[in-house]
């Protein structure tokens, strides 16, 4: 027998859930919308090295958890597993930035060959924020405030905003041999994952999950402490803004995310509510990023929430359906043909019909209008269908002392049955 089944860690988004997951976009959108974004939209594959250019060769993302593959033509092509590469990509191919600076929003599904567990998935989905060619620390504050507001919509409380500064390239440079030093001559107390990072990607260390590594790490030297005045003030001055901001933070100095591209500010959102797969949101500065493909120097902020947390978080409540305004009861073939064209024109008022197919008694059909949860139920037998009737019964929120409400309408009169549904 034929036992076809997803991937492992490829998920399908069932109808009980897409609701849920298009209440939240929309509730994104209408954030990007307000503070002036723009979508873009890039494919899903790309040449393999402009993520192993981009994220790092040395990254957990590029050494471990890419899906690549040869097409048929040789060319070396990869599932994009984040969305950043592709959006600076394509603004450098097509010199967005002649434009000026770039204020952009992208989602959809992104690929990582990882373990799965809840909040982990090999097919996963990131909404995210680009700024690209904006220097100012506001920049920082703002991107960083979009996704707190936006979340915060959503209802999340009990977010953990934390940030931390990696300075510049320079600073950073300074640190990582400084950092090698020290972890070399502690080489036997690190775990296996730790020792082989040492060389190629000594800060990634610093965000082992690794028990006693973490432990032993309490007393590794501090890239804070490495930071230029130049960076300390930015650093600074950013933390003043999110005080302004009422936008509450905590610094992690250990905080380095995961790809090689990021300077100055770095930040996550995280929620005790995730288990190990904490982090909701994650972002930072990029001014490396855009001049890496070939672009002008350009500094650049941005952050990608993992969708699939957020409606974890998000809980059932947000993943009900809406239920209908109207359930259409029929019985007859007359009446099958009036109520669906009832259905369609009320739909045209922006009304949620649903139009019942069972064909069964018209006490069954009250039973499905009544699981609907609609409120109201538009009834049509073979006797209103040839008076040009309908007639329209209260299912919900009736008031105390009515035992229910009834009214009849004839089919000319749809503007009246309309007003009495929207109120
Ligand atoms: P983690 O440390 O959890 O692996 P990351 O640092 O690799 O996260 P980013 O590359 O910063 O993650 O991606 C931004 C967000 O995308 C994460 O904060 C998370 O919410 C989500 N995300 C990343 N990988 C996955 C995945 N495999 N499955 C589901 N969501 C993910
Ligand atoms: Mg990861």
Redesign the pocket.
């Known amino acids: 027998m034929i036992n076809l089944k997803n991937l492992r860690g490829m998920v399908d988004l069932l109808p009980a859930h897409t609701q849920g997951w298009q209440k939240v976009e929309s509730i994104a959108l209408e954030h990007f919308r307000r503070a002036g974004l723009q979508e873009i939209r890039t494919p899903i594959i790309e040449q393999t090295e402009l993520f192993s250019r981009v994220i790092g060769e040395n990254t957990?993302?590029v050494g471990k958890?890419m899906y690549s593959f040869d097409d048929r033509g040789g060319r070396s092509c990869t599932l994009r597993p984040e969305g950043t590469a592709s959006v600076a990509r394509s603004i450098v191919q097509h010199g967005l930035l002649n434009n000026g600076p770039q204020r952009l929003w992208y989602r959809g599904p992104m690929f990582?060959y990882?373990r799965p567990q809840a909040g982990?998935q090999r097919q996963f989905h990131q909404i995210g924020v680009e700024f690209v060619g904006l220097a100012s620390v506001m920049s920082d504050a703002e991107v960083i405030s979009i996704a707190w507001n936006f979340l915060k919509d959503v209802g999340l409380n009990d977010l953990t905003l934390e940030i931390n500064s990696l300075g510049s390239n320079e600073d950073r440079n300074i640190f990582k041999e400084e950092l090698k030093d020290w972890l070399n001559q502690r080489f036997d107390l690190l775990d296996e994952d730790s020792q082989k990072r040492i060389n190629v990607n000594p800060l990634r260390i610093l965000d082992s999950k690794n028990k006693s590594t973490r432990e032993l790490l309490s007393d590794a030297p501090s890239l804070n402490d490495f930071l230029s005045n130049e960076s300390k003030t930015r650093f600074d001055y950013l933390q003043e803004l999110l005080v302004n901001l009422k936008i509450p933070y905590e610094i992690n100095f250990n905080l380095v995310r995961?790809l090689d591209y990021y300077s100055h500010t770095a930040f996550e959102i995280t929620s005790d509510h995730l288990g190990s797969q904490a982090t909701v949101c994650g972002g930072g500065r990029y001014d490396g990023l855009i001049s890496e493909l070939g672009g002008p120097q350009t500094p650049s902020i941005g952050w990608a929430i993992g969708m699939e947390r957020l409606i974890i978080l998000a809980g059932n409540k947000i993943l009900q359906s809406k239920s209908p305004d109207v359930y259409v009861i029929h019985k007859g073939e007359k009446a099958e043909k009036l109520a669906l064209e009832v259905t369609c024109q009320l739909r045209l008022s922006n009304l949620i019909i649903e139009l019942d197919y069972s064909g069964s008694s018209f006490s069954k059909q009250f039973k499905r209008a009544d699981k609907s949860r609609a409120k109201w139920a538009l009834v049509i037998g073979e006797d209103e269908a040839s008076k040009g009737q309908l007639l329209m019964k209260k299912l919900r929120d009736k008031q105390k002392d009515e035992v229910s409400r009834e009214y009849i309408f004839s089919k000319e009169d749809l503007d009246e049955l309309i007003k009495k549904l929207i109120d």
Do not use: K, N
């Open positions: 957990d993302v958890e990582r990882e982990r995961g």
